[in-house]
């Protein structure tokens, strides 16, 4: 069985890290791998780039212009938008020749467009689409962030100027959607639950296969170590309690950041002590801009691609806390569990599903900086922390090893390569 990955980056994003890792968990599963990228940044021999590098500039360059018209030459909400009016037809390159199953994942900003997802779709070759947020099930948005209108069919969207019309851009998009699926099957899979049940529920998914798989992660890379000496390696205080943080960007408001902010205020007011023994490390870019509202000395450490550097990041900590106001099944959480660090986050998307509240981490009423100032709390002054670590291991190696997410997906392939007449 040959499988082509199909994502718009190789390592830049939690799509393309989950996909990276699943390619890599194929490969070491009996499955012949390989991904095809828009950005390729290194130099595996199992990765290639679509060609045309200029072309998948201009495509991106071209949507946004696109959208930018739309929000009538606004910046707000330029980049959680997307229409894939431009993209690349990957069905003539000699990886898409030889692949027997078609693998997407996040496919947005110039990589795919709905046109040729459809040439994907009419060249008979069985595709499976991983969704890595809520955008093959609405019009526009990665984001629902409440908004059920998905549910029925996309319009009067919220992201757009006077919040859109009956014709607005999300009721165009979802019609070329359905055009774009009309006839032909999909094998959509969730990273959580808790997207899937949210795909199931989408006029435009009506009918197509949707399950739920986990993303995997390696424990030999992801693993507990010494956390004197990971402070070491990264300058950290040796005797401090650690609270981590981590966003691509740290600045992004759907990270939460202002709840962690809050919880640390209310942490220092309740528990003066904490303020002389506890410290905030931030992983991210934009760290330095957040660190002057908490009352725990801080630590950014900015952006890292070194994945080494970013276990770690992770071993030195004590607690790591994600307080994001939308997730689907977050990496950093696994990433956080598989080094034995328990997880502090939100109710909300698939968190629930990794943290088993009070075991592994706590999971903390939405939006509630109260809560999550417990959460954190309970995690470094009243759990177990040899028995939360084995219970973060444990689950990681029962639910996201390698070996049980790609039998998995062996048997979403081997479904998606039946004949139409024996799916039904």
Same mark, same amino acid.
């Given at each position: 069985?040959?499988?082509?990955?199909v994502n718009?980056?190789?390592?830049?994003?939690?799509?393309a890290?989950?996909?990276?890792?699943l390619?890599?968990?194929?490969?070491?599963n009996g499955?012949k791998?390989?991904?095809l990228v828009g950005?390729?940044?290194?130099?595996?021999i199992?990765v290639?780039q679509?060609?045309?590098?200029?072309r998948?500039h201009?495509?991106?360059l071209?949507?946004?212009?696109c959208?930018?018209?739309?929000?009538?030459f606004?910046r707000?909400?330029?980049?959680?938008?997307?229409?894939?009016?431009a993209?690349?037809?990957?069905t003539?390159l000699?990886?898409?020749?030889?692949a027997d199953?078609?693998?997407?994942?996040?496919?947005?900003q110039?990589?795919l467009?709905?046109?040729?997802?459809r040439?994907?779709?009419?060249?008979?070759?069985?595709?499976?689409?991983?969704?890595h947020?809520i955008w093959?099930a609405?019009?526009i948005?990665?984001?629902t962030? !409440?908004c059920?209108?998905?549910?029925? &069919?996309c319009q009067?969207?919220?992201l757009?100027p006077? %919040?859109?019309?009956a =014709?607005?851009?999300?009721?165009l998009?979802?019609?070329r959607?359905?055009?774009?699926l009309?006839?032909?099957h999909?094998s959509?899979?969730a990273?959580s639950?808790?997207?899937?049940?949210?795909a199931?529920?989408?006029?435009?998914?009506?009918g197509?296969?949707?399950?739920?798989?986990?993303?995997?992660?390696s424990?030999y890379?992801?693993?507990?170590?010494d956390?004197?000496?990971?402070?070491?390696?990264?300058?950290l205080?040796i005797?401090?309690?650690?609270i981590?943080?981590v966003s691509q960007?740290a600045?992004?408001?759907n990270?939460?950041?202002?709840?962690?902010?809050e919880a640390?205020?209310?942490?220092?007011?309740?528990?003066?002590d904490m303020?002389?023994?506890?410290a905030?490390?931030?992983?991210? !870019?934009?760290a330095?801009d957040?660190v &002057?509202?908490l009352?725990f000395r801080?630590y950014?450490l %900015?952006?890292?691609s =070194?994945e080494?550097r970013?276990?770690?990041?992770y071993?030195a900590?004590?607690v790591?806390?994600l307080?994001?106001?939308s997730e689907?099944l977050?990496?950093?959480?696994?990433e956080?569990?598989a080094?034995?660090?328990p997880s502090?986050?939100?109710r909300?998307?698939?968190?629930?599903?990794?943290?088993?509240h009070?075991?592994?981490?706590?999971v903390?009423d939405?939006?509630?900086?109260e809560?999550?100032?417990n959460?954190?709390?309970?995690a470094?002054?009243?759990?177990?922390?040899?028995?939360?670590?084995?219970?973060?291991?444990?689950?990681?190696?029962?639910?996201?090893?390698?070996q049980?997410v790609?039998?998995?997906?062996?048997q979403?392939?081997?479904?998606?390569?039946r004949p139409?007449?024996?799916k039904q």
């Amino acid at each position: 069985m040959k499988v082509l990955i199909v994502n718009t980056s190789e390592r830049t994003g939690g799509a393309a890290v989950a996909a990276k890792r699943l390619l890599e968990a194929l490969n070491g599963n009996g499955v012949k791998a390989k991904m095809l990228v828009g950005t390729k940044e290194s130099d595996h021999i199992s990765v290639a780039q679509i060609p045309h590098q200029k072309r998948l500039h201009w495509n991106f360059l071209w949507e946004r212009l696109c959208i930018w018209v739309r929000l009538r030459f606004q910046r707000r909400h330029l980049f959680e938008v997307d229409m894939a009016n431009a993209g690349c037809d990957i069905t003539k390159l000699p990886e898409f020749r030889e692949a027997d199953i078609i693998h997407l994942h996040w496919i947005n900003q110039g990589t795919l467009s709905l046109n040729g997802i459809r040439r994907i779709l009419e060249s008979g070759k069985p595709v499976v689409w991983t969704m890595h947020d809520i955008w093959p099930a609405t019009a526009i948005c990665h984001l629902t962030l !409440g908004c059920e209108r998905f549910k029925t &069919a996309c319009q009067y969207c919220r992201l757009l100027p006077g %919040g859109g019309s009956a =014709n607005d851009l999300s009721s165009l998009i979802w019609r070329r959607k359905q055009h774009m699926l009309e006839g032909r099957h999909i094998s959509f899979v969730a990273c959580s639950q808790w997207l899937a049940g949210e795909a199931r529920q989408s006029a435009l998914l009506k009918g197509q296969t949707v399950s739920a798989i986990p993303n995997p992660i390696s424990t030999y890379i992801y693993r507990p170590g010494d956390k004197t000496v990971a402070r070491q390696r990264l300058s950290l205080p040796i005797d401090d309690r650690i609270i981590l943080f981590v966003s691509q960007r740290a600045t992004n408001p759907n990270k939460g950041m202002q709840y962690l902010t809050e919880a640390c205020q209310l942490l220092a007011k309740r528990y003066p002590d904490m303020v002389e023994h506890t410290a905030v490390a931030i992983l991210g !870019g934009h760290a330095e801009d957040v660190v &002057a509202q908490l009352p725990f000395r801080s630590y950014p450490l %900015g952006y890292i691609s =070194n994945e080494q550097r970013i276990v770690s990041v992770y071993q030195a900590a004590d607690v790591f806390v994600l307080p994001s106001l939308s997730e689907n099944l977050p990496n950093t959480i696994m990433e956080a569990m598989a080094c034995g660090l328990p997880s502090v986050g939100f109710r909300i998307g698939g968190i629930p599903e990794e943290i088993d509240h009070q075991q592994n981490g706590y999971v903390a009423d939405y939006c509630s900086g109260e809560d999550l100032a417990n959460g954190i709390r309970w995690a470094l002054s009243e759990a177990d922390p040899t028995a939360v670590g084995k219970a973060c291991l444990d689950k990681v190696t029962r639910c996201y090893s390698h070996q049980r997410v790609a039998r998995q997906y062996i048997q979403v392939y081997e479904n998606a390569m039946r004949p139409t007449t024996a799916k039904q």
